[in-house]
Each structure stands twice: as structure tokens, then as C-alpha cells.
């Protein structure tokens, strides 16, 4: 699994003036995607031209213009000036190392999201999100989202979506990148409850590796929830002409939702805290009881090794004060069953002192 | 026992509209029991179909229509547009991930609970409430609850419950939901209880493992706790037609017993957060000890056996610069005073260094 | 020292109508003592009967009732209905888990407290306030209290106490339960800073249980203290018509005691901690110290103890290939100074590794 | 240096009246010093008794009178009535365990402040100052103090403090108590940058000693800090007549010191947990390193000293199947060969497991 | 890499009057660098004196005013006098140990900030703000500043920045001090990251080193971002005329910057903490391989050796009871087998324990 990088680094360099964009020679380059969207239908037109998507907004018809790829920042800017964005969301929507926000420029809203492919926490990319009371624009990274089931239900025949307004295909759009983000939080609760089951029967050092791959991940989607939740609070609070009340409801659901899994990811980052210490605690454990094993042989057997030593010993038993037990009738025997004792005797002790 | 999980999957798919109803082929069948409510006593009816629903909410009498079982969404809709349930709502009754809450849609509240049986945190279920001033409407997972006392108060001669409206039901049934969490909370804080008296005395691993699985069990009940207590304050707050001053009172009591219930539990998480470390610094303590035992051992046996290892080396003594000690007269006896002699110093300096 | 337990069992069963008493068997038996205030002096009777308080209640003079154990519930509830007390404030009285708290039924609070006897932390019991303009009634759970100065007050010729009405008797009354945290608090202090001398000097296991049992002892006595700080902000905060300005001003001064009792067990909280990790690492040096000594000895002994060995093996000499070494003339010397070199090299390396 | 002690014991007995003094036999004698100031300079009187004090207030002047030593509660309580305390601002000054703090009784505030002398945590105590329009009364528990700069100003021929009012006078009381604590914290946080550099090198249990007693004076002075800055923005909040608008300012900047010291405090307390981490891991780390010498070596010797054990044995060679290697010609090099194979090749594992 | 000191000393005595300044003869000598702003471009002056700057401001033209070197306070006394600063804000721009912040004297503010050269968290100068309608004034500790790109948008053909009033400077400066923060977190977080698959490799020592290094500098980013974060805040939220409401909106923007730093530092820190605990888990099972192993060898060989010591003593063979096995015509091969057998079993059992 690629591991996710916490830290995105900024291309604008220090003190460069506000509103400046710098193009990133490793974006996907710049394309657009129009749906025009009328009471009877969609028409999708795929790699539209600046003169095109002119054209279109001067028809008086309802706009969603998705922009994929930031790799050219020119064109990037031009599309502001059609919608007349500001400087700044423009330049936000470009550096994509904003957190989610929402943004109100002359009552004019910029929303910056997180999406992720439902997959995994690697595939990160900003998605940010203009609207008026005709016109939605979207901007991601890369091409490919989960937003195609929103694209679906507007060509759909009886597409309650596609009738009305702009605030409420926003709201799709961001409940959908929201719902992306289950299967995600999901499939880490499941791991770690498989960790859980390991360290429970069997720590192995694998898992504290895994279970700190699961923390990380977890905290790169708390980090992007978080934001998230106030941005979705900040939208159905602030009252704006642009969300109609029956919207409002819509994105206080949202916000539910955003809240279950805030609520979701708190408990798996405490349930994994407590499986470091579930982990340190059978480590610690185990070494005792390979401790204990160790003691006890050592314990028993080098102070008989040192008897069989002594006995082994060369002095000159011509003397009658040399090792004259070497010369006993019975000495041998008599040595093994002192020896015999003294280990019973350390057996015994052991067994006391409930080591065994 | 039965481990309960800590991540409930979603079942709607990304992208889905809001209030789309997805059949869980797990579910409980749908049945639905009604409760007639008049001055007089109640009539309680199994089974009954949607005509039969139908039928008694025009009556004009006061009911109480427990829907028992999520299996059969079309079925749930249908109840819904009886008693004209906004979407939204009906999608959190039948996708049962919802945090407790209260939701206000055209000031007909729905209210999400957790609902356990008093005995095990794996019994957890969704419990939602939607009422109205003469209907109260309840959804639960499965059959069998911890609200039968509740039904026959309702049936009982002197009810006080069935002369009050609406809400004071609602209130007698959020009640006995959190009522029926005191016999879990005091269990598990029993449990911890026992567990401290096991690590005090003779810590073992598998008591880890316990307080592993409580502190899970603690998570799980917190978080239905902290949401609960939101809701009933929110009820509370809310200045709502439907909720009489009276009630008004009895919520607050619930409110009361929701927090008596988070302190328990914050109070048994802290507990089990200090025994952990009352364990590791047992283990470690324990430890300590075996490696002093081995150590003592070792430092005196160690030397003295390559002392024996040196008087049994077989130099050849026809010189007489090799082992003469082996010819002494005294040398055995003066051999084993030596030894003697090294073994009490050491004790002596492990008595000085306080390791005996 | 008796284990205070951590979790108080519920007796009210689940579903149970509120305000239901349940009669518990082990709780003491119920009296009522009753102090007649008038300007002059107090009048102390004790074992009134119901005929008795009712009488002295329509005399028009100031009572303190003081009701001392909760085991006849039914009795309860009468004293109750004579002064016209909520349903829920009898519940509340006669269960006694309740937090501290305070709740205005129809402008008459009733507070509930914790009370110590100021020795032991086992000692802990529900005390309950309930007051009007004229009757201060009590409700305990055992006899014996620390509230002994206050009736002594009473009955003093000058006592300022008597002069002034039921808010300013509550507020005594609250004052003195206060108190008698302090010296339990002190004791608690006093206790940690002796078992911190001694992890400084020489930790010990029995150390760590000591210091569990004042950490589990802190906790209950937090748990009593939050709570009644935030009863006591809310008994002045709210303005009620009972509550003189002036003894407005001493309930504040409690509520400083409250937080001076907070601010004293959260340090000593936090120095319970900063302990642990004193004793852990306490060990985990002393644990390095004996295992270095172990490894020193045994590094030294172990390779000698071989080349012993091997120069007490019993090739045949015949060979002049097998161990010509052992007919040398100097072999022996020549040994034991090899032996001496490497034994001397070894503690060198040690001393150079900073071990010695 | 002198333990300081965390909890301060109170003298009032449980239950007395509020108000009450005892008298402390440990406390030092009261005296009162007296600075009569004018516009011209100040005129300091020392040992001035209750007589000279009222005359002093009689006379008009402004006056801030310096009460030194707490052991004579019977003249406190007659200051006390001079300026017209209230009784409870006399309890606070008498009983020194109060947290820092502002009471306004009937608009005449009384501050609590915690005085250290610059060097030593130890030297804690406690400092009350009342203060209306025309005096400072200030109560100390011993001679001696930070004040001296403070009373230099007030003589000093320009002294702008003179030529203020009350306020100003207590706001640069209040800023040299604050300033005192500097050094204090300042010599904390250069010793924990000392064990922190030695702890780095190479870490000692009397380290982690000194790291306990410096987190354990951090306490102590936060708990003096926190409180105090609720304080001085509670001085700046309040609306009072005594405060004029531009004290207040300097009250602000007195309020950004006590920030200051708390953001000191809080980033050593944060230091000082970093510290134990460090020094733990590397306790392991070390004793790491021990135990791979000691198995190195062990499993190195102790298998070749089993061989040299088999060698040394006596089994009767007449059987041609006891030990004939022992009469082979080349057996003794061979014997040698082969264990130094047995070393080489356990060397040879180690390095591939990365110990050596 | 220089360690960067957590606690600045304080000059100030204890007890001086507020506005004292203190010549610190460590401190840089002061110079004055002068931009004259109009509307065609700027003019900028190095080292001027008292008399010009004089002059310039009565020019009437727009004045960026850059000390440089904080060593002569008289001089900087003298520059405050000329724009009308606030004794109390000369003092916190001459005590280089403020937190950042701003404070509003008379309306005029002045703010405090923490400068990096972006390189190296040692860099850390107090950089210090005051303006009015037509002066910028900015102090810094040293000559080299990350503000070089500003001055040079200041002096560019279009520049917008010299056509804006003092605020939109203010902004700038402020917003690329704050950029400057990005290269160093993004460079301590891909540190931390480095050292994070260093520790899932192969744990070494100095990883903890390196580990306690890097949270230090983040802590003391940390203390310089939270309260630039709030300082932010407080410029927008504060009313000010000098503040023009488009100037706001970049000020938001730079508030914006300040959470996202924020944000990355807070995630790193919460990374190194799980580095800690992934450090210490790694070391406490790699202690159990290396015990495992040693315990391993000990017990098969420890036995084993003691039984060739038995079979290597030197009883009399005399004696028929006397070691009659040396005498076998089997013995040695049976006594081989034996220990092989031994061996063998020893092995299973290590198996059976999950061992190897």
C-alpha cells in the first residue's frame, strides 16, 4: 500500500503577492467538462474550449462546468474571470493545500473539500466547488471521482436533482463525496478489528507496524473531516440568498453525516491507542515468562554444574584431606541424590514464590 | 461472550438521492403491533396490516404503532407517508448507523436512540421515535425490548401514562431505554472492580485482556451516552408545542440520568486507563525480581564453577610450575574455604546493594 | 482501609413509572429529628413521629427537619406530601446515586450533596436539601455527620445562624459538608507526598498499589467535587426570591472552597502521575543496573569457564598433535596469565562502554 | 533544595462559622508598616500600632499600609474594621490557602495573590491586597519580599507613582509580584535544557529525580499562574469607579506578563513529558544493547563449553565405542576447528540478524 | 544543527516601572533603513539618522520605517516619541520576549509577530509592527529578513502593493512572515517522516534523538503560530478605520495560512507521538527475540553441560557403585543419544510454546 504523505508541500514562494498562481509541473493538465442542464434533460460535452464554455453561459441556461486537472493555471484563471471569481478563491482552488473551508467572496461562496475514491486514503485530491444561482463549477485534480452517480441521476428521466437549483447540486455533489468516505473509514475499522483479534491471540511486531499505518491514515481523514463538519455547519448557518430552506435541511443531513464518521474515526483512534497498550502489555508479559524459564534452568542447573565441577577436579587424593568423598563406597550415588535434592528443594521454592 | 462491533456498515451506496431505502436481506421481517389508547385501557394488536394502521389513525383515538423489524423498507415507507414523515427522516429510521439525535422536520420531532436489553453491549440496536400530538410511532432492529413494563403501565388501571399525551409516553419510553443501561454500566463497573482486586493480588495476562474488552464495552456505551444526553437536552431546550411544561420536567430527570450514566462510565474509563499501568508496573516490578534471582545466581556460581573448571584442568604436573596446588596437602579443603569465602562476599555486597 | 466501591447500584427497576420508591432492606431505618427555631434558642427533638412534624409545621415556627436513614420509604414520601415536594425531589431523595445537583421544582430547590465524615473516603453518603422560607429539610443515609458544629451554632446564645432564615441555614449546612472534604483531601496529599519520598529513595511494588488506592480515592472524591462546584454556581447564579443577596455573597465563598477542593485534587492528581512514571522509570534503570552486572560477570566467567574446559579435556597425549600445551613447563602459568589478560581486556572494553 | 509542599493544611475546624479566625501558633508575628504618601514624597513609618494607623487614615493622606506577618488575628481583624472589610475579605486574608483571586465586596475588591521571593519555588506566599480610593492595605506572611523597587519608586523624586491614584499603586504591586516570577520560571527552564542536553548524552536515574522535582515546582507555579491571569482579566473587565481607564491599560499589559509566564510554563511542562520519553527509550535502548552482549557471548561459549565437557569426560576408553576421537592423532586440532566453525558460523548469524 | 533555547530571558529587573527599556549588550546596533512610497515608485535610504527621518515624515509622503537592531533603545525611544507610540508598546518592542499579539493604544496598533528565515527554527526574531494612516514602522532583531520579495513587489513597475494604503502593507508583510513558516514545518514534517520509515525498518537510538529534536522545534513553532493565529483574528474582528474592508478579506486569507501551519503542525506532533510508541514497541520485541534466543541456548545447553560435568568427575571406579556407566561398553554412545534426546525434546517444547 503507498503510504499517503502528510505533508503537501506549497509551490507559491515566500512573499509572492496574493491571487499568484505558480503551475505545477506535475498536475494533470487542464480540461473541461460541461453539462447544460434544462428541464428535459442534460447535454454532457466533454473537452470544451474557453470559447465554448463562453457560449454556453451566455445561453441562460443552468451550467455544472467541471474542470479536471490544475496543471494549467492560465486557463484555470480565465475560467475565474468568466464566473468573476475572486483573486483569492481563484489562487485557493489552485494551491491544493487548502483544508476544507467554505468561503464567502461578495456572497459569492468557494468550498473546498477533500475526495477520496472511497478506495483508499491515498488517492486524497482537493475539490473545490463555485456557485451562483445558475452556474456550478467544480475543480479536482485528477480525472476520475465518485461523482459519476450524481452525473447520473441528472440525466435521469424523473432526476428530481436536475430540477432544482444550483445550492441543491452542490449539496449532492458534497454528499456524495461525503458518502465516499465510509466505505473508507469502514474498511480501517475493519482492519483494526482484525489487529485487535491478532494481538488479542498472537502480538506480533507486524501488527504494531500495521496498526501505525491504520493510525496514520486515520489521522489524515480526521484532519480533512474535521474542517469538513464546520465548513457544512458554516453553510447551512450563514444565511444566504443563494440556499433555499429546504436546502438547508439537506445540509444539516450532510452535516449528520460528517458527524457519524468524525464519530467513527474517534473511536477507532481510541480503540488503537488501546491496542498499543494491549500490545506492550502481552510484549511485557511474555518476556516475563521467558524470563521466568531462563531463571529457573539457570537457577537449577549452574549450581549442579558447579558440584560436577568440583567433583571433576584434579587434586592429588594421595593426601587423606584431597577429595576423599571420591573414594566413598557410595560417594557417586550419594553426589546424584544431593544433587536431586537441591533441585527439588529449588523446584519447591520456585513453586512458592508461584513462579511455575 | 459475543464481541460486539464497533463499526456498523452503511448499506446505501455512494452517490445514492437522499431518502433512498436500501433492503438489508439481513433485516427482521416487518410487523407491525398497534396500541389503542383511550381513557378507558388500551387494545393491543398484533400484526396488523397497513389498512388495519390506516383504519385506526382516522378513528381519531390516540396511538402507539410499534414497528418491529427493518426488512421491509417499502412497508416503512408506506408508514411513513401515513403519518407524513419527511424523507430524510425515513431514510436515518431504516438505515440504523445513526448517532442518537433529534431531528426537527416541520416540528414533528424524530428521535434516534440506542437501545440495549440490559444485559449485553451486543444487543445494541437503533431505536427511532417520530410522534405527533395523538401518534407515537416507534421503530426497533428486532423483536424483544426492554419496554414491556412500559406497555403494561400503559394497560395498568391507575396508568397515569395513558391520560398524558404524546410526549410524556415519548418520555416514559426514553426513560426505560436509558434505565435498561444502568444494569450494563454496573455490570461492566463490577467487573473492573474484580479485575482490580486480580491485578492488586496476582496479575495474569489474560487480565489484560479482560480490561481490553471492558474498555471496548465502555467506548461502545459512551458513545451512545454523550449523543443521548445532546438529544434529551435538545428536547428540552426546544421550545415545542408538542412537549408540555410538565414533560418538560421529566425530560430533565432523563437528562439527570443520562449524565449519572456518562459519569459512571467516565469514572470506570479512567479506572481502567490506571490499571493498565497498575498491570505494567506489577509485570515490570516482577520482572525486576526474576533477573535479581537470576542475577544472584549467576554472579556467584559463574566464577566459582571456572574455579572448579581451572583444579580440574589436566596439566601435566611433572613440572612444577604446573598445578602444584593440586599436591598440596590442604589444597582441596583450603580450595573450597576459597570458595566459600567468594561466595559470602558476594552475598555480602548483593546485601549492600539491597538486592537481597 | 475499606475499598470505597466505585459504581452505586440502582435499585428502581427498568421501565419503572418515575418517581417509584423502592424500599431498600440493607439502608438504615428512617427517624426525623426536629429543631424548632424561634429568636430565642433552638428546640432539639428526636424520634418525631409524622403527627409530631405535621404539629410543629403548622405552629408557624422554623423547623430543620433532619430525617436520618432511608429505609421506610413510605415514610419518606408522607414527609414529602407535608411539605408539598415534587415527585421527582422524593425519587431523587430515596435513590441514592444521584450526583450532586441542584433542581428548582416549582422554585423550591432541592440539593443534593455528598457528604464525608471527613476520616475516610468510604465514608461517603447522599445528603439531600430540601427548603422553603421557613422548613429546611434533610435527608441522610446513616446517623452521624459532620454536621454537629452546625446544630451546636443553632442553639448558641448569639448564634447568627438563628437569626436568619432558610437560605442562610442551607448555606451553613453546604459550608460545613464542604469543609469536612478538606481534611480528606489534606490527608490524601499528605499521603502521596510520602509515598513520593519513598519512590525517590527506594520503590518498592507495594508503592504503586498505595499510590492505585489514592489515585481511586482522588477520583471519587472528583467525582463528588465537580458537581457540587457546578451546583453551587447555579444556586447563585440563579435568582430566586429564597436566596437573600447577602447570603448570596457566602454561597460564593463556598463555591471559592469548591474550587480551592478541585484545584487541590487535580494537582495531586497530576503528581499521582508524574509518580507512575517516576516508579517506571525507577525500575526500568534498576532493572538495567542488575542485568548489567549479569552481563558483565557472565561475559567475563563464560569464556574462561571454556578455555577451563578445554584444558580439562582428556585427549590422548600420546599424539604429540593432541594438547601438547598441557606438558609445557610453564603451561599452567601461562594459562592463567592468558586467562588474567583476556579477563582484564573484557573490563576495559566495559569500562570504555561506560558500563563500570 | 527544600521540597516545597504541594497542599497547604487548613487551620479553620469543620463547621465553623464563616468569618472565623485561628489563630496560627507557626505564624509570624504581626507588625504593621506604614508609608504615608503625598505629593511631595513619601514619609515610611515602621511598627506603627492600631492608633497611629487611625490617626493615619484620619489625616487624609493616602496611605498603603504593609501588615508583615499573619500570627496576631485579633489586630487583623481590627485593621480589618478600620477600612471596613468585610468579613469574609478578613477570613481569606487569614487563612493563607486561598488560590489566587479577586472578590469585590460592595465594590471594595480584595485581590489574592501568590508572592515568591525570584529564587526559590519554596518561598512561596501569600499576598492580599484591599484597596479603595485612598488607601492599599496589603497583608504578607512574612518579612521580606520583591517589593523594595516598588517602594524605591514611591520615594523617588519623580515618581510618577505617586502622583497616581490607588489603582496604579496596586497595579505596580501586582507587576513586581508577576515580575518576580520570571527568574523563577526562567531558572526552571534552563535546568530542564540542562537534563535535557544530559539525558541526550547519557541518561541517569538521578536525571529523571531531578526531572520529577522540576515538573513538581512547574505545578506549583502554575497553579499560582493560571488563577492569577483569571484574576488580572477579571481586574480589566470588571467596569470599576477605582480603576481608572488608563490603570486598566497597564492591568492589560500586566495580564500579556502572566500569559507570557503560563506559555513558559506550559512549553517546559510539555518539555518535560518529551524528557521522560527520551529517557525511558533510552533506558530500553541500552539495556538492549546489554542483553545482546550477554547472548551474544552466551550463546557463543556455552555450547562450545558443552563440547569441551563431553571432551573432559571420563567414559572407560578400553570400549573401542567410548570416545575414540580422544585417541585419534589429529583429534585435539580438529576438536578446536570444529568449534571454532560452531563460533564463526553463530557470528556469522548474528551479523545477519543485524546484532553485531 | 544549533538547539534552538525555549525560554527567552527577560532583561527587565524585577520591579521596574513599566516602559523601562534595557540596553541588551548582546543586541544588534539599531539602524534605520527608510521606503519613501508614492505613487510612482519608492524611494529607499540606508542608515538614516533621527533628523531625516524627521524630515521624511514631515514630507507627507507614505514611509515604510525599517529598524534594523534592537541595541540602542535611546534611539528607539526616540523613533516611538516621533509616531506617537505608546510608552508600553516601546517596551514590548524593545523586550524581545513577547508572544506575538496585537494591542490597539489609541487606535494605533501595534503588532508582535515571530520571524524564520524559512531555514532553520533557530532563526526565531521578534518582529514588531505599528503603523497609522500613512507610516508602517516595523522592528527586527537583525539585519536579513524573508521580506526582501516585498520590498521588491513595493518597488515593480505595477505594483498594487504601493498604490494601497498602510493595512494592504501591513497585510503583506505579516502574510510573507507567515509564509515563511511553510518551508520549515513542510521540512520538520518529511523529517519526521524520514525517521518514521527509519523506525519501521531498523530502530536505532538516534532515531529518538533526532525523534525528540524535531518536537521541539515543532513546539516552538507551535508557541509562535497559535497566538499569530489569534493576533489575526483580533485584526479582523477588531472595527479599525486604518483597517479598509477589502484589506479584511486578505487578512482572513492570511488567517487562513495561520490554521493550515497550525493544522500541519498539529498533525506532526500527533505523528511523533505515535513514532514514541512505535519506537518503544519495536524495542520491546526485539528484547524478547534476543531473550527468546538466549533463553533458548541456555536451556538446552546449561543441562546438557551438566551432565557431561557428571560424567566428567573423577569418583573412584573402584567402588562398583561408583559411576559404573564410564565403564560401559555403550555408555559414551548412549550417553550421546541421551543428550541428543534431551535436546530434541527441548527443541518440541520450544515449539509447542510458539517459541521458534
Redesign the interface.
Known amino acids: 500500500m503507498k503510504k499517503p ?3 503537501h ?2 509551490r ?7 491571487g499568484t498562481l505558480i503551475p505545477d509541473e506535475k498536475a494533470h493538465p487542464t480540461t473541461i467538462r460541461l453539462m447544460v442542464i434544462d428541464d428535459h434533460g442534460i447535454e454532457r460535452r466533454e473537452d470544451v474550449d474557453l470559447d465554448g464554455l463562453r457560449a454556453a453561459t451566455r445561453s441562460g441556461r443552468r451550467l455544472w462546468v467541471d474542470v479536471i486537472g490544475l496543471g494549467d493555471v492560465e486557463l484555470i484563471a480565465r475560467i475565474g474571470e468568466i464566473f468573476a471569481m ?1 483573486q ?1 478563491a481563484i489562487e485557493d482552488i489552485a494551491n491544493t ?3 476544507p ?1 467554505v ?1 464567502f ?1 461578495d456572497e459569492h461562496p468557494l468550498i473546498v473539500a477533500h475526495m477520496f475514491d ?1 478506495r483508499s486514503v491515498a488517492s486524497k485530491e482537493q475539490f473545490a466547488i463555485f456557485f451562483d444561482s445558475r452556474h456550478v463549477v467544480t475543480f479536482q485534480e485528477r480525472p476520475g471521482d ?5 452525473r447520473q ?1 441528472l440525466g435521469a428521466q424523473a432526476g ?2 436536475r430540477k432544482r437549483g444550483s445550492a441543491y447540486l452542490v449539496y ?1 455533489i458534497l ?2 463525496i461525503l ?2 468516505y ?2 473508507l ?2 474498511a480501517l ?2 482492519e ?2 482484525e489487529i485487535e483479534d491478532r494481538i ?1 491471540a ?1 502480538p506480533r ?1 507486524e501488527d ?2 500495521r496498526l ?1 499505518g491504520v ?2 491514515e486515520l ?1 489524515i481523514v480526521k ?1 480533512a473531516l474535521w ?1 469538513t463538519r464546520e465548513m457544512l455547519s458554516a453553510m447551512s448557518r450563514e444565511d444566504l440568498d443563494l440556499v433555499p430552506r429546504e436546502v438547508n ?2 445540509l ?2 450532510a452535516y ?1 453525516h460528517a ?2 464518521l468524525i ?2 474515526v474517534e ?2 483512534r ?2 488503537a491507542t ?1 491496542l ?13 515468562e ?6 529457573i ?3 537449577i ?6 558440584l ?12 587423606p ?3 576423599p568423598e ?8 550419594a ?2 541424590v544431593f544433587m536431586a535434592a537441591i533441585a527439588l528443594g529449588l523446584l519447591a521454592l520456585f513453586r512458592r514464590k ?2 511455575l
Open positions: 504523505s502528510l505533508v508541500h506549497r507559491t514562494p515566500v512573499g509572492a503577492p496574493p475572486n483569492l493545500n487548502q483544508r473551508k468561503d467572496y472511497g465518485c461523482l459519476e452517480p450524481v441521476r428530481r436533482i449532492a454528499d456524495t458518502d465516499a465510509f466505505p473509514v469502514e475499522g475493519d483494526l478489528e488479542t498472537d511486531p504494531v507496524r501505525h493510525k496514520r489521522l484532519r474542517p435541511q439537506y444539516r443531513d449528520d458527524v457519524q464519530d467513527i473511536t477507532c481510541e480503540l488501546g498499543i497498550d494491549l500490545y506492550l502489555s502481552s510484549v511485557s508479559t511474555r518476556m516475563n521467558v524470563m521466568k524459564v531462563l531463571t534452568i539457570s537457577t542447573f549452574i549450581p549442579l554444574g558447579f560436577a565441577g568440583i567433583w571433576g577436579m584434579n587434586f592429588d587424593t594421595a593426601s584431606w584431597n577429595m571420591l573414594g566413598f563406597r557410595y560417594g557417586y550415588p553426589a546424584l508461584n513462579w
